[in-house]
């Protein structure tokens, strides 16, 4: 039963109205491609008070650079891992 419960979750998030709608917003003009620079962030969620996701976290993104951050639970053995295009 659990694994029903599951899918029916998978669907309705699925299904669900994206506050931002996609195809909104402006492209950034080619003059103004430049890094993206994270410095000393610190992140927790809101309702997981105390429970730090990122603790001075830095971060370089070069132009054309693909990136995607995958946290993994604090009772992992293992912290969050940054996978990039060449990764």
Known sequence: MRGIGAGVRVFEVLDRTPAIPYGVGEEVPKG????????????????????????????E??????????????????PPRLMTDSS
């Open 61 to 78: 993104i070069g132009v054309g650079e693909s990136v995607a951050i995958v946290y993994v639970s604090p009772t992992a053995e293992y």
């Open 32 to 59: 103004h491609l430049g890094t993206i620079k994270f410095h000393r962030v610190h992140f927790e969620y809101p309702s997981r008070k105390g429970i730090q996701i990122l603790k001075d976290f830095n971060l």
